[in-house]
Structure formats: structure tokens, C-alpha cells
T-cell receptor, first 113, second 115 residues
Framework: DAGVIQSPRHEVTEMGQEVTLRCKPI?????LFWYRQTMMRGLELLIY????????DSGMPEDRFSAKMPNASFSNLKIQPSEPRDSAVYFC???????????FGSGTRLTVV | AQTVTQSQPEMSVQEAETVTLSCTYD???????LFWYKQPPSRQMILVIR??????QNATENRFSVNFQKAAKSFSLKISDSQLGDAAMYFC????????????FGKGTKLTVNP
């Protein structure tokens, strides 16, 4: 099992550009989460999916952020247009109901200049 | 809404000694999970230990154990025989049982292990 795979590991982009972060969850997991980590706000949930359906997107900062899960093997998080305040580490995690903890990917460090 | 509080931003311990990291939480639910995650400089989030609220017995994983006090809403992590590789950020997290599946995290405690 390769674990949760995120790409890219690092992303540097200019303000106003579109950014796409990608995630491949562990096969068989029916929950997928996107978290954002910053020094100021810690780990915040952005959105989570169950069986590819968005369940809670209340943490998505604003309309510039969108996330999709077109199938059980893939999810992406898009920011358009990006702003410097979006700079953070973005984590994807997956799991199954009743298993307790979730498995996190290695994260994408996004820097918007 | 549930909240998780870690009151120690930083802690340090001598190698081979024991250290305890504190966590308190607030919830009106009776059934839930609690977790400790470790985040080393590599930034990978690693599950260290979990506790189901209905279990009275404290969870143990090798050198890691918890002290779960449900009435006090306290969930501390004890690391015995500390090793240099234990140096990391440690996050306490809460998850509902039967409600929202999301993890709610504390702000974290940075643990330094001195040789």
C-alpha cells in the first residue's frame, strides 16, 4: 500500500494564477479530507467527501477554492485566483468509517508570491 | 462544536526520560474517538495512538500511552524512554462517533528531545 499520495510536494506560483493540488487516497477508503495547515490557524478542515460526494465544505474559505472527487481514486483542490494568504501546507487524508484514525498524505507546500 | 486545547506550546525532555503532553477537549457527545498525531520535520502526519471514549482502559502503543479522563475531558500522552526520533510536533485530535467524520485538532505541542 503506497499510502495517500499527494502531488506536487511543493508549488510556487504567482498571485492570480490557478493552482491545482492532487490527491490519490488509499484504495478502499470511502472518506477523503482536505486540510490546510498554517502557523496562525493550525490544521483546519476545508472539505470532506464520503463515497465521492462532498459532505461538509463549510471550511472552504471562499469561492476561489473548489474541490472535486470525480472517482474513488482521485481528488483535486483548486484555487483560482491564488493569493499570498493562501500560502500553507495542504494535506489530503483518507479513511473508512469505524476505523478511527485517518491516513494523511505528505502534504503540498504552497507558496503564492 | 467540539474544541481541542493543548496548553503547552513547547516541551522538552532528556533522552531516555519520560514526558507527558496535555490535551483537553470540549464536547457534549458521549461517544467519540481521541487521537494523538505526530508531525516530524518531514511534515508527515503520523497516527501515534487512538482511544475510543467508551473504553475505560487507557490505550498503549509500545512506549506511548494515554491517560484518558472522560469526566474531566482530558487526554494526555505519555512518552516513555524518549528517543531523539520522538522530536516532533504532537497534535491531539477529536472525532465524533456517528456524527461528523472530521478530525478537530489542537494547536499542537512542539517536543524537543535533548541528548
Amino acid at each position: 500500500d503506497a499510502g495517500v499520495i499527494q502531488s506536487p510536494r511543493h508549488e510556487v506560483t504567482e498571485m492570480g494564477q490557478e493552482v491545482t493540488l492532487r490527491c490519490k487516497p488509499i484504495s478502499g477508503h470511502d472518506y477523503l479530507f482536505w486540510y490546510r495547515q498554517t502557523m496562525m490557524r493550525g490544521l483546519e478542515l476545508l472539505i470532506y467527501f464520503n463515497n465521492n460526494v462532498p459532505i461538509d465544505d463549510s471550511g472552504m474559505p471562499e469561492d476561489r477554492f473548489s474541490a472535486k472527487m470525480p472517482n474513488a481514486s482521485f481528488s483535486n483542490l483548486k484555487i483560482q485566483p491564488s493569493e499570498p494568504r493562501d500560502s500553507a501546507v495542504y494535506f489530503c487524508a483518507s479513511g473508512s468509517q469505524g476505523t478511527g484514525g485517518y491516513t494523511f498524505g505528505s502534504g503540498t507546500r504552497l507558496t503564492v508570491v | 462544536a467540539q474544541t481541542v486545547t493543548q496548553s503547552q506550546p513547547e516541551m522538552s525532555v532528556q533522552e531516555a526520560e519520560t514526558v507527558t503532553l496535555s490535551c483537553t477537549y470540549d464536547t457534549s457527545e458521549s461517544d467519540y474517538y481521541l487521537f494523538w498525531y505526530k508531525q516530524p520535520p518531514s511534515r508527515q502526519m503520523i497516527l501515534v495512538i487512538r482511544q475510543e471514549a467508551y473504553k475505560q482502559q487507557n490505550a498503549t502503543e509500545n512506549r506511548f500511552s494515554v491517560n484518558f479522563q472522560k469526566a474531566a475531558k482530558s487526554f494526555s500522552l505519555k512518552i516513555s524512554d524518549s528517543q531523539l526520533g520522538d522530536a516532533a510536533m504532537y497534535f491531539c485530535a477529536y472525532r465524533s462517533w456517528g456524527g461528523s467524520e472530521k478530525l478537530v485538532f489542537g494547536k499542537g505541542t512542539k517536543l524537543t528531545v535533548n541528548p
